[in-house]
């Protein structure tokens, strides 16, 4: 089973400036994938970035990093020089494998988070 | 990325009335889909799993004879919902696993806005 906690419902940053959008998890599996995604405003789901818990290094896309810490269960995602396009709600999620990694679970969402971009 | 494809992405019913959505994986086999429901400013709810050529996978407390998913082949999962009223008015969501990608991945579609008058 898995748990999503997304304690930030809004956030607000200037533009360019970097912000960080906090979650944590709680899973009993021992292996899992953690996800984040973008919502804007039009419905679709943008898949951001992937942490696997096995991963040593943080992941980074772009201007998107993972900040992992698995001994705190937290999977923060870090946007840097925001612009007003990153506006829009933020979902983290995960999902766990099995030991083998040949079948896996469904995602498990937090509540979200709203960021505002101010110009 | 792979393409997920929802249709239609608006839809106004009257009460009473089913409405059908189709999702479609537009360029791989997706031998797991998932429905989900998502209410203005909340988080996505999965409805329910669909793996090809099975019945479907329902979650906790929602309905299956309302909510009827199809999955007849590997590239299209249907998700009709009978008798509609009002308050099922909301946003749904496809995505489609893709077996081959890197990190088991789940591709989205863009989503259908159902209103029921």
């Known amino acids: 089973a898995q748990k999503i906690t997304q304690t930030q419902p809004g956030m607000f940053v200037q533009e360019k400036e970097a912000v960080t959008l906090d979650c944590t998890y709680d899973?009993?599996?021992?292996?899992?994938?953690l996800f984040w995604y973008k919502q804007p405003s039009s419905g679709e789901m943008i898949f951001l970035i992937y942490?696997?818990?096995?991963?040593?290094q943080n992941a980074t896309e772009g201007r998107y990093s993972l900040n992992f810490q698995k001994a705190r269960k937290s999977a923060n995602l870090v946007i840097s020089a925001s612009q007003l396009g990153d506006s829009a709600m933020y979902f983290c999620a995960s999902q766990g494998l099995n030991a083998g990694g040949t079948s896996y679970g469904k995602l498990t969402f937090g509540q979200g988070t709203i960021l505002t971009v101010h110009p | 990325g792979a393409v997920v494809s929802q249709h239609p992405s608006r839809v106004i019913c009257k009460s009473g009335t089913s409405v059908k959505i189709e999702c479609r994986s537009l360029d791989f086999q997706a031998t797991t889909m998932f429905w989900y429901r998502q209410f203005p400013k909340q988080s996505l709810m999965l409805m329910a799993t669909?793996?090809?050529?099975?019945?479907?996978?329902?979650e906790q407390g929602v309905e299956k004879d309302k909510f009827l998913i199809n999955h007849a082949s590997l590239t299209l999962s249907t998700l009709t919902v009978t008798s509609a009223h009002p308050e099922d008015s909301s946003f749904y969501i496809c995505s489609a696993r893709d077996p081959v990608s890197e990190f088991y991945e789940q591709y989205f579609g863009p989503g259908t806005r159902l209103t029921v008058t």
């Open positions: 942490q696997g818990s096995y991963d040593e």
């Open positions: 669909s793996n090809e050529g099975s019945k479907a996978t329902y």
């Open positions: 899973t009993s599996d021992q292996s899992y994938g």
